[in-house]
Nanobody
Framework: QVQVVESGGGLVQAGGSLRLSCVAS????????MGWYRQAPGKQREFVAR???????NYADFLNGRFTISRDNAKNTVYLQMINLKPEDTDVYYC??????????WGQGTQVTVSS
């Protein structure tokens, strides 16, 4: 069983930066892609960014280059560096780890609040 734990959320002013971290338990051989989604109350969870075990990345179009995802395979850790944050980035950010049989394992989420 894979367990996923996020950290790094908080309150920041518009234009500021935050770095989210996510650690997945289990051996690196069992983890394929890792990534982030976000969700506001009453809304559907939306894709933010993804990185596979080879380092290939995908981003949501609305980010316009403001977020960068990176990964340390040895530590089963993925990071989301967020810059130029906007109030509309306020959400709960969820990390996931996809194992080699394509199951998704989700964390509990970390709150990001951007004040105007």
């Amino acid at each position: 069983q894979v367990q996923v734990v996020e950290s790094g959320g908080g309150l920041v002013q518009a234009g500021g930066s935050l770095r989210l971290s996510c650690v997945a338990s289990g051996s690196s051989a069992s983890i394929n892609a890792m990534g982030w989604y976000r969700q506001a109350p009453g809304k559907q969870r939306e894709f933010v960014a993804r990185i596979n075990s080879s380092g290939r990345t995908n981003y949501a179009d609305f980010l316009n280059g403001r977020f960068t995802i990176s990964r340390d395979n040895a530590k089963n850790t993925v990071y989301l560096q967020m810059i130029n944050l906007k109030p509309e980035d306020t959400d709960v950010y969820y990390c996931y780890a996809q194992d080699t049989i394509l199951r998704y394992h989700w964390g509990q989420g970390t709150q990001v609040t951007v004040s105007s």
